[in-house]
């Protein structure tokens, strides 16, 4: 089971950092991402992470704003955001993929959780 916490109203500039905490099985040995989907869109990929942490792959959108990391010993991935934007806004989903690189396509992912809703006012 996934759990995504952290999301809410930020302002336009501004900063947070949304938490994903894994619960019933070990991902350690997982990829794990993280997708966003707005009203009315498709969802999209916003950034991966390998198992190891050591590889990481980011949006064009987000890129230099966003930072994904991970904690294994803790069962945790995390999603640093800077500089937001309204567009920005949507509802943030993680998920981990049976893979030890970053994966990209909502397709490869197995487990999902249940969103964190992020709004960011102009």
């Known amino acids: 089971q996934l759990v995504e916490s952290g999301g809410g109203l930020v302002q336009a500039g501004g900063s947070l950092r949304v938490s994903c905490a894994a619960s019933?099985?070990?991902?350690?040995?997982?990829?794990m991402g993280w997708f966003r989907q707005a009203p009315g869109k498709e969802r999209e990929f916003v950034t991966g992470i390998s198992w190891s942490g050591g590889s990481k792959y980011y949006a064009d959108s987000v890129k230099g704003r966003f930072t994904i990391s991970r904690d294994n010993a803790k069962n945790t991935v995390y999603l640093q955001m800077n500089s937001l934007k309204s567009e920005d806004t949507a509802v943030y989903y993680c998920?981990?993929?049976?893979?030890?690189?970053?994966?990209?396509?909502?397709?490869?992912?197995?487990?999902w959780g249940q969103g964190t809703h992020v709004t960011v006012s102009s």
């Open positions: 998920a981990a993929g049976r893979a030890m690189l970053v994966l990209t396509s909502p397709y490869d992912y197995e487990y």
């Open positions: 019933g099985r070990s991902y350690s040995s997982y990829a």
